[in-house]
């Protein structure tokens, strides 16, 4: 091990890298390197470090601008690509190169990876991205329109308390969610950040301020351009992760370009360990792979169909399927029957008593993935809509859609909808979600006030067993794991004023509200 290594930037900032190398390699210039490029510590990771370091690989992580120790200010996303490539450069004038470079990491850790990927050096083999996003704007800051609060709030804790003594670290860690809850409650939300750390932090106003899709702010920091000529990729993401629609598109873009990619997902939160134990042992072979060594070949996918908890492989996503239109019936059933004359469900949406997200992909590990929904079901601002018992097992696996027809009081607002299975004994638990905040000027009402809508919703496989039942929750909210709205249209760090929603849900034969379910054999 080598500690505390300087690298230059182009503009002269240095940051600081451990570097692990296999004691009983005779001869390093042969040595392929697997570089880390994290905020969050250098010591933190060196497990990760150690175990590539064990299995025949040179391991570079070096902590991101302005955390731990390296130079310059900390701006998440803004310097990635210009500290990225100054520092594969570097990589290269080593007296120890090995000529070969592999990339690895989570999250963040990923997102790096994605910010060199738009002109990759030669000596860059193949990178390994987990749970993340090319564009992190779209897929965690402002899913479906709106902003990702809780995730949101709760990095910007973790990152702030980080670099505390051990003891305090851990303090802070206890607690983060009562102090993130009285953050996301505040109003305006331009005033969280100094409830959650005591002072105004400069790109978390900057998040609010440029809340717009297309807002020209993002373009620096949106790496999907990289896609197309990004070295072959291996990802791993989770049916409960935060990133996996977003991820999911960057495997397509990937294979839609002609890139080698192949994607495992499995039944993981986006902190899960056991993501993180696949994502380096797929990562390993996948190096192996593309440094010469002969290894066993797998499908493209690999994906854990959770219910019957097994893994499949199949060639491409989405698996095959028979896409079935599950309709909104009256008394709150769901059925493939066609919808009959019915009157519109109703409830009320309340900003000032926000229907909560209760599990989810969350960030908060602990309100993260699977859990009961008992509580959210029994509240007025939550329509739930079940199935009979399946005669049956049913595996539902790819992407789900809800087409929804909605009647509102309000010109702004939001749709939460949520699959979920029901056990035999009658416990809900949720599967997939999927948020969309209305914006007036992009949805045209029909003659009667009711919005088609189209709401896209995470990904899954999961089978239905014998007598379990199929539900679909509607509501307006789920917070705050996405901000509430308010109602009143007013810049989402701004608002203060709130306005009550009448909502109505339709499902008859000239609104036949449904979820598409993908159906498959796999």
């Given at each position: ?444 009402a029909a003659a009667d006030g009711a919005l088609h809508l189209r709401v896209d919703m995470w990904p899954t496989a999961v089978t239905f067993r014998r007598g379990e039942r199929v539900r679909l929750q509607v509501a307006s909210g789920a917070h705050p794991l996405f901000a509430r709205n308010l109602g009143t249209g007013e810049p989402i760090g701004q608002g203060r004023a709130t306005k009550t929603a009448d909502q109505e849900v339709f499902h008859d034969p000239e609104h036949p509200s449904a979820i598409e379910l993908p159906v498959s054999t796999?």
């Amino acid at each position: 091990m080598e500690r505390d290594l300087s690298v230059k930037m182009a503009d002269g900032v240095v940051l600081l890298a451990d570097r692990w190398a296999p004691a009983t390699a005779s001869d390093l210039s042969s040595t392929p390197v697997v570089l880390l490029r994290s905020p969050y510590g250098r010591r933190q990771v060196g497990v990760v470090g150690r175990l590539f370091a064990e299995r025949g690989y040179q391991v570079i992580i070096q902590s991101c601008r302005g955390t731990f120790g390296s130079g310059g200010d900390w701006e998440p996303f803004r310097h990635e690509q210009a500290d990225g490539q100054a520092t594969l450069a570097w990589l290269a004038e080593q007296r120890w190169f090995g000529g070969s470079v592999f990339t690895f990491g989570p999250s963040y850790l990923g997102l790096v990876q994605w910010a060199v990927c738009g002109d990759p050096p030669a000596w860059l083999k193949a990178v390994a991205p987990a749970v993340t996003a090319a564009d992190f704007r779209d897929a965690v800051i402002y899913p479906g329109n709106t902003l990702g609060l809780e995730t949101m709030l709760s990095w910007v804790y973790q990152v702030e308390h980080q670099e505390l003594p051990g003891h305090r670290v851990l303090r802070s860690m206890l607690a983060q969610r009562k102090i993130v809850a009285k953050g996301a409650a505040a109003l305006p939300l331009a005033d969280a950040d100094r409830r959650i750390v005591g002072r105004t932090l400069g790109f978390y106003q900057d998040w609010l301020a440029h809340e717009q899709p297309g807002d020209p702010w993002w373009d620096p920091v949106d790496f999907r351009a990289g896609r197309e000529h990004a070295p072959p990729a291996t990802f791993l993401g989770g049916w409960y992760d935060l990133f996996l629609p977003a991820q999911i598109d960057d495997f397509l873009a990937m294979r839609a370009a002609g890139r080698e990619a192949r994607i495992t997902i499995g039944p993981w939160t986006h902190a899960s360990l056991g993501g993180l134990g696949t994502s380096i042992r797929e990562a390993l072979a996948w190096f192996d792979g593309h440094n010469g060594a002969s290894t066993s070949a797998r499908p493209e996918v690999r994906l854990f169909v959770m219910g019957s908890r097994r893994w499949v492989d199949v060639p491409d996503w989405p698996p095959p399927a028979d896409v079935q239109r599950w309709h909104l019936q009256p008394d709150g059933g769901l059925s493939r029957v066609s919808p009959v004359e019915s009157a519109p469900d109703r409830f009320r949406f309340d900003p000032c008593d926000p229907t909560p997200g209760i599990g989810g992909p969350s960030l908060d590990f602990r309100n993260a993935g699977r859990k009961n929904q008992a509580r959210r079901e029994q509240r007025s601002d939550v329509l739930t809509y079940t199935s009979v018992p399946m005669t049956r097992d049913m595996t539902v696996a790819g992407p789900l859609t809800v087409d929804l027809w909605l009647r509102s009081s309000l010109q702004h607002t939001d749709v939460s909808v949520r699959l979920c299975v029901v056990s035999a004994k009658g416990r809900s638990d949720n599967l997939s979600d999927g948020y969309l905040r209305l914006r007036p000027e992009e949805v045209t009402a029909a003659a009667d006030g009711a919005l088609h809508l189209r709401v896209d919703m995470w990904p899954t496989a999961v089978t239905f067993r014998r007598g379990e039942r199929v539900r679909l929750q509607v509501a307006s909210g789920a917070h705050p794991l996405f901000a509430r709205n308010l109602g009143t249209g007013e810049p989402i760090g701004q608002g203060r004023a709130t306005k009550t929603a009448d909502q109505e849900v339709f499902h008859d034969p000239e609104h036949p509200s449904a979820i598409e379910l993908p159906v498959s054999t796999i």
